[in-house]
């Protein structure tokens, strides 16, 4: 049977909003280093938490930010994001596999411990589920390329009765590599991803400069991230999102 092409989905920030999960996972994970944020509590994301969110790439980032969040100055990170990220790891003597390992610990804890309520701390963004499920009748497989850890994915997505037809976490490698493997085996018909910095890279990757990429304005972003795109990035919101592939941007 021949193979449908391919819609590449990002996972957060594009069909799942775990705000509530990185924050409590995060929190638990600076407390297991001993870094434990003075005067925040689990159960309540700090607004300065969300504010910085979309600054993150990697998991293991938003440990070093629970972390430092009760002393940080909000400008110098968002000025300075990755030179302030460095001098934080260089002061507390950190390094990125140390943050990632208490990050996947604090999360198979909870799994482990009571498995609906962390993933009762994840919703996804209204109308994507139905979408998904949807693009069948056009023709179309769908797939999710992720940061996140496969295994954590898988849970999340099997929780929403959802059945990409591949999933590739962070161990599969950078986003770029991937969909380069992926587009030799079938054809893709688009990447959609709530980070800008991430399609740019896609666009400027030999191989992969006519993949149409669509930024989702639900998602993670920076406040000047949909402003004076470059071409080939197509903002995307739900209700275009919800019509035929044929009518996206």
Not at 141 to 155: G, Y
Not at 159 to 179: C, N, Q, T
Request: charged letters at 30%; glycine letters at 6%; hydrophobic letters at 45%.
């Amino acid at each position: 049977m021949q193979e449908h092409p391919l819609l590449v989905f990002d996972f957060d920030g594009v069909i799942v909003d775990g705000m509530a999960e990185y924050w409590w996972s995060s929190w638990h994970a600076a407390k297991s280093l001993n870094a434990e944020p003075s005067g925040l509590f689990p159960a309540q994301v700090p607004e300065l938490f969300r504010r910085l969110r979309p600054w993150i790439h990697h998991g293991w980032e938003m440990v070093l930010l629970a972390a430092e969040l009760s002393d940080l100055d909000e400008e110098a990170w968002v000025e300075g994001y990755e030179v302030q990220q460095r001098a934080a790891l260089l002061r507390r003597g950190w390094r990125d596999d140390l943050l990632q390992g208490a990050l996947d610990r604090a999360r198979l804890q909870a799994v482990q411990q009571d498995r609906a309520a962390w993933l009762q701390l994840h919703r996804p963004f209204p109308g994507l589920a139905r979408r998904l499920r949807s693009l069948g009748d056009e023709g179309l497989d769908w797939a999710v390329l992720t940061t996140k850890s496969e295994a954590f994915t898988a849970e999340l997505l099997n929780a929403f009765d959802l059945e990409p037809a591949r999933l590739d976490g962070r161990e599969a490698g950078p986003k770029s590599e991937v969909l380069l493997r992926l587009q030799r085996e079938r054809p893709l018909r688009g990447f959609v991803e709530d980070r800008r910095a991430t399609l740019e890279t896609v666009l400027s990757t030999e191989g992969l400069q006519g993949l149409p990429c669509y930024l989702v304005d639900w998602g993670y972003l920076k406040p000047a991230d949909r402003k004076q795109l470059p071409p080939g990035i197509r903002l995307i919101d739900l209700d275009r999102l919800a019509k035929p592939l044929a009518q996206w941007p």
